[in-house]
């Protein structure tokens, strides 16, 4: 499972996703999820699906490395829909055992949760898949600039953020590591109960703090030995403008979120 996580990473491609500008995929991504949760209709769901899956194939990502996504968030979104399938008591009981009930609205509202939450994985997914990560904090730094001049560390946020996100995919293979040489000691972390597989989770979690701290004590040197400061009036090899592009991928967003939203009223 740890090696199904795949955020961070990019996957070259020549898609008008992969050549749009960043601002335009950041602002769209943050558009679509605040839009998301406010669908309360299936068929809603169905276009969603389909919009992100003609996305995917269009970027050329495989259905697995859809898939692959989610399994990471399988065992939250079990726990929370066992919650919520009990504790919600509106609605018509369908199903009751001593003080346990199931009503018709708690199973379409961890329904409605779970369809939430795997369109927001597979659509922020989109945005680093397409996106290289030093656009991706200059898009962020262009979007944020007007913050700056209240005092908002735009230039410091914008490289923690790409920093984090560019991260992901090295850890992930550090803790491979990690698990593979506890294995070849002898460690099992497969049989027993609940307990013994959290006690073997330290011989992982220490390894790995420590090999974090130790890289971002390395790339800290190597960013002061190069005399890099945030915000020192930097020039950028790369300049961010809008095209043709950026105007036809907008208008589609626009044109499917203004249906979306209708089929959401009337239905």
């Known amino acids: 499972m740890i090696r199904d996580i795949t955020l961070g990473q990019y996957f070259a491609g020549n898609s008008i996703l992969h050549k749009i500008d960043p601002r335009t995929k950041i602002l769209s991504t943050v558009v679509y999820i605040l839009v998301l949760f406010l669908f309360d209709n299936f068929l809603c769901y169905a276009i969603n699906f389909l919009v992100i899956f003609a996305l995917y194939s269009r970027c050329k990502i495989s259905l697995k490395m859809m898939l692959n996504n989610i399994k990471p968030v399988v065992p939250i979104l079990i726990f929370t829909s066992v919650i919520n399938l009990f504790t919600i008591k509106d609605g018509e009981v369908i199903f009751s055992v001593w003080i346990f009930s199931i ?35 200059y898009g962020m730094e262009r979007i944020l600039k007007p913050l700056s001049k209240l005092k908002f560390p735009v230039d410091e946020i914008s490289m923690m953020i790409s920093i984090a996100i560019r991260f992901v995919p090295t850890l992930v293979s550090e803790t491979e590591k990690i ?89």
């Open 103 to 137: 009503t018709d609205r708690s199973i379409l509202f961890i329904s409605m949760i779970f369809l939430r939450i795997v369109l927001l994985i597979f659509s922020s997914s989109l945005l680093t898949y397409t996106t290289l990560p030093i656009d991706l904090t």
């Open 179 to 267: 698990i593979s040489a506890q294995k070849s000691r002898g460690v099992d972390m497969e049989s027993g109960n609940i307990v013994k597989k959290v006690k073997c989770m330290i011989p992982i979690l220490i390894p790995l703090f420590v090999s974090a701290f130790r890289r971002a004590d390395e790339l800290a040197m190597a960013m002061e030995s190069r005399c890099y400061r945030v915000g020192e009036n930097r020039t950028r090899y790369k300049k961010l403008q809008f095209c043709h592009l950026d105007l036809i991928f907008l208008g589609g967003f626009v044109a499917i979120v203004v249906v979306l939203m209708l089929v959401n009223l009337f239905l």
